[in-house]
RNA sequence: GCGCCCUUAGCUCAGUGGUAGAGCGUUUCAUUGACAUUGAAAAGGUCGGAGGUUCGAUCCCUCCAGGGCGCACCA
């Protein structure tokens, strides 16, 4: 027997064909797709997004997935709801990830580093490999439903956003917030570069704790091997047992490699509870050290190299590799009888790099950086707490736009972690010896800049490359986030939609923005959505960046979303694994299901556990809906009066879904989706489909017991509650809710597709 | 060390100052004209523990236990 036509929904088919009736209708374009064709009705606003611009190292997974669909949700609501509506698409060059995946690659199949290739080469293969990416990216997006407005799709690194970065580097170095300096920065001599302190992952290891003699002194160590060049030995003012010693006193002790003179220092630094109260300083390989160094101007010099090698300040031990050398110092050291005990427990934490698991050596290194407590004019009102004109700094600014409320965060405890994140914040370092990337916009001529000195536009420029000869470009280039941190703004036109004002004191960030511009329609954007991981990275730099060159904030509110995870509650990555791949779990089950299940039970803030009977589950509601069709359908609902007068039940079921309606909007509006969504899906199964559809079937069936006038009720009431059901179901399951629309509805509604009819 | 979060059905998670919810799983029954990707029903929870506030607490407060996370960090 043949089963009856369309009986299950197919996504496969659909899915494509809804995708691309929007994208010709235009409905995702901030001019056209409101559902009132461009021009905010009155009383309506203006709604806009940035897309967090995906990582160009490869596919989208889940979490870009769980992103997308979370974003796509409000957007397609706004958009209903008659904003107009911008969501803004782009990828980022992810600078040192995507080298290193280059790397890795050509490493793998041509057994080349990229320095065999030069600079030159590599760059355009790093360049081929992010167009591919990106091209994926971009076909994954439209595949995961989002509506987006791809006439103005942004990349990181295109020359639109260089412009805005050499803008911003040249405007923060004339602020002064730009500056080189030569501080402790975390070396990752695996990838030869720089990592930020929030790239540092911190792992616990057990080690030995030396106990060594240092003249008349113990001190401890993990680290025999950095203590070559330790000339100081610095403990508390206070502390009784040492009063003896005078700061600054002198003494001869035997050391690693010989007699050395050791000079005492008293620092309210050291912690007289631990160890022995005592210690020695490595301020060139030690944050901690440095401060204290860099406070009594005391000497620092470098003991391993670039490269984890000793210098040779270590002698005999010169040119080893650090791994190497701890023992057989130690072995000297007990020769010489300056080993006192050995702790075999003692448990540290090391730094790596999140980047590539190498083990981070501090190093002493003249870097660029942004300095977050170097005060600058304000240059608006519009961030609570600061004043026009007066001074501020990058810190304040970070601080209150939150605390000010200008920026919300949702769930709020997020705000929690950002204050804290501020409080400890050190200067930012933004430039990394790798290739790939926006390259540092200063050019030397004759000698480099250093700290110490003063150089003259002569010998330094900073923005564009100047005339003339001689001129060399810095070889480094910048942290990603440097770049992303400009994001809402950089892709709406900045700097050219801000004009600088000639007449102003205060140049360097004041400007004009130009009327009627994308930045002056849809800046500050409405909101933003992504993940608690980057909530340091990117959402607190993004509201660095905005506030000084705009004085303003990037977005209104950050919705902030968790990680997704495994039935066993694992982070899912590739390398585990245990990854769903959106597109192709979406192949078996429809996209539909895939957003439903990523959004249904998922609070803000909390990690989200998708599994295949998640899905599954959504999918058969998919099915559902489409049955419902069919059904309405062969009752001839499709073609009712839809003004007939309706009898008491049915106005009361009416009434009721009012309340639904009100519901789900509300709960959008305060970005509860997870419960919208659950609201539309109870509605529409258990109470539209079980309840009102099971009883109305009677109605619809026997005419003979039927009064004319309930028959024509009846389905003058399915079919207004089918409609509005599609609409609230749309945001959430675009797809199956646009076909259903487009078989059944569109011939008989002016407006021709679902994702452009108003809100109910 | 400073701070945050979690602990609810067998599993994974939502939720609320007033008889507890979803997905998946389990049990029973139904079914050839929307849908077995279904329907009807059932089993299953003293909402981590102990106090307190309240007419009433799973929800608010305090403490405790277990788990997770952020930041800082000691040589």
């Given at each position: 027997m043949e089963e009856a036509p369309n009986k299950k929904y197919d996504p496969g088919s659909n899915e494509g064909k809804m995708y691309q009736l929007w994208e010709e209708a235009g409905i995702f374009s901030a001019e056209g797709g409101s559902a009132s064709g461009g021009n905010p009705p009155k009383g309506r606003g203006v709604f806009s997004m940035v897309l967090p611009p995906p990582n160009v190292t490869g596919i989208l997974h889940i979490g870009h997935a769980l992103m997308v669909t979370l974003s796509d949700v409000i957007v397609r609501y706004r958009r209903m709801r008659g904003d107009k509506t911008l969501w803004l698409p782009g990828t980022d060059h992810a600078a040192i990830a995507t080298q290193?995946?280059?790397?890795?690659?050509?490493?793998?199949?041509?057994?080349?580093?990229?320095?065999?290739?030069?600079?030159?080469?590599?760059?355009?293969?790093?360049?081929?490999?992010?167009?591919?990416?990106?091209?994926?990216?971009?076909?994954?997006?439209?595949k995961l439903g989002a509506s987006l407005d791809w006439s103005r799709e942004a990349f990181t690194l295109d020359e639109e956003r260089n412009q805005a970065v050499k803008e911003a580097f040249k405007r923060m170095y004339e602020a002064g917030l730009i500056y080189r300096g030569s501080r402790i920065v975390n070396?990752?001599?695996?990838?030869?570069?720089?990592?930020?302190?929030?790239?540092?992952?911190?792992?616990?290891?057990?080690?030995?704790?030396?106990?060594?003699?240092?003249?008349?002194?113990?001190?401890?160590?993990?680290?025999?091997?950095?203590?070559?060049?330790?000339?100081?030995?610095?403990?508390?003012?206070?502390?009784?047992?040492?009063a003896k010693y005078k700061d600054g006193e002198k003494l001869n002790v035997e050391w690693i490699n010989g007699p050395v003179v050791a000079t005492i220092v008293k620092d309210k630094a050291v912690d007289p509870s631990f160890g022995t109260g005592v210690m020695t300083i490595t301020p060139a390989h030690d944050a901690a050290d440095f401060d204290i160094a860099e406070r009594r101007k005391l000497d620092r010099e470098q003991v391993i190299d670039f490269h984890g090698k000793?210098?040779?300040?270590?002698?005999e031990f010169a040119d080893t590799h650090i791994s190497k050398a701890r023992s057989l110092i130690v072995e000297k050291l007990k020769s010489k009888g300056l080993v006192e005990k050995t702790d075999e427990n003692y448990v540290h934490r090391i730094a790596t790099?999140?980047?590539?698991?190498?083990?981070?050596?501090?190093?002493?290194?003249?870097?660029?950086?942004?300095?977050?407590?170097?005060?600058?004019?304000?240059?608006?009102?519009?961030?609570?707490?600061?004043?026009?004109?007066?001074?501020?700094?990058?810190?304040?600014?970070?601080?209150?736009?939150?605390?000010?409320?200008?920026?919300?965060?949702?769930?709020?405890?997020?705000?929690?972690?950002?204050?804290?994140?501020?409080?400890?914040?050190?200067?930012?370092?933004?430039?990394r010896q790798i290739w790939y990337g926006h390259r540092i916009p200063v050019w030397y001529r004759k000698q480099k800049i250093n700290n110490n000195k003063q150089l003259t536009t002569e010998e330094i420029r900073v923005g564009e490359k100047p005339e003339g000869e001689g001129w060399e470009q810095d070889p480094d280039t910048l942290d990603t986030w440097f770049s992303s941190g400009l994001w809402t703004f950089s892709t709406l036109g900045w700097p050219d939609a801000c004009r600088q004002t000639e007449n102003s004191k205060l140049k360097t960030q004041n400007c004009e923005v130009v009327p009627g511009s994308d930045l002056a329609v849809f800046h500050p954007t409405s909101l933003l959505v992504t993940a608690y991981d980057i909530l340091f990275f990117w959402v607190a730099r993004m509201i660095l960046m905005t506030g000084f060159f705009l004085g303003d904030v990037p977005f209104k509110t950050a919705y902030i979303h968790g990680i997704v995870r495994d039935k066993d509650k694992k982070k899912m990555s590739k390398s585990k694994g245990n990854a769903i791949d959106p597109l192709g779990i979406a192949e078996t089950y429809g996209m539909d299901a895939v957003r439903m299940a990523l959004v249904v039970g998922n609070a803000p803030g909390s990690d989200p556990v998708i599994s295949e009977d998640k899905i599954r589950g959504y999918r058969n509601f998919a099915t559902k809906v489409w049955n419902i069709a069919r059904f309405l359908n062969m009752n001839e609902v499709f073609t009712a009066d839809s003004g007939a007068k309706l009898v008491a039940r049915d106005a009361l079921h009416m009434k009721e879904f009012e309340a639904v309606k009100a519901r789900v909007t509300s709960l959008i509006d305060r970005y509860q989706l997870h419960e919208a969504a659950n609201e539309i899906y109870h509605y529409l199964w258990h109470t539209f489909a079980d309840k009102i559809v099971e009883e109305g079937k009677l109605c619809l069936r026997s005419d003979a017991d039927a009064e004319a006038g309930d028959t024509a009720s009846t389905r003058a009431m399915f079919r207004e509650i089918f409609r509005e059901s599609l609409i609230l179901l749309h945001p959430f399951m675009p797809f199956v809710t646009e076909a259903i629309y487009q078989e059944h509805f569109a011939p008989f509604s002016k407006d021709k597709l679902l994702a452009s009819t108003p809100w109910c």
């Open positions: 290193e995946k280059v790397e890795r690659d050509i490493y793998k199949s041509e057994g080349k580093t990229r320095h065999d290739l030069g600079r030159e080469e590599f760059l355009r293969r790093v360049d081929a490999f992010a167009k591919a990416s990106h091209d994926g990216i971009v076909h994954q997006l439209r070396w990752d001599p695996k990838l030869q570069t720089t990592v930020s302190d929030d790239e540092i992952e911190w792992k616990e290891e057990k080690t030995n704790f030396y106990y060594l003699k240092y003249g008349p002194f113990t001190i401890a160590t993990a680290r025999p091997e950095t203590k070559f060049g330790d000339k100081y030995v610095v403990m508390h003012p206070e502390d009784e047992r040492y000793l210098l040779p300040i270590a002698g790099s999140s980047r590539g698991g190498g083990v981070i050596e501090p190093q002493l290194m003249e870097q660029w950086f942004v300095s977050v407590s170097k005060k600058f004019k304000a240059t608006s009102d519009k961030i609570n707490g600061i004043k026009k004109g007066s001074e501020t700094n990058l810190k304040e600014i970070m601080l209150k736009a939150v605390e000010g409320g200008q920026v919300n965060i949702i769930p709020e405890r997020f705000k929690n972690e950002y204050f804290h994140w501020i409080e400890n914040l050190r200067d930012w370092c933004i430039s």
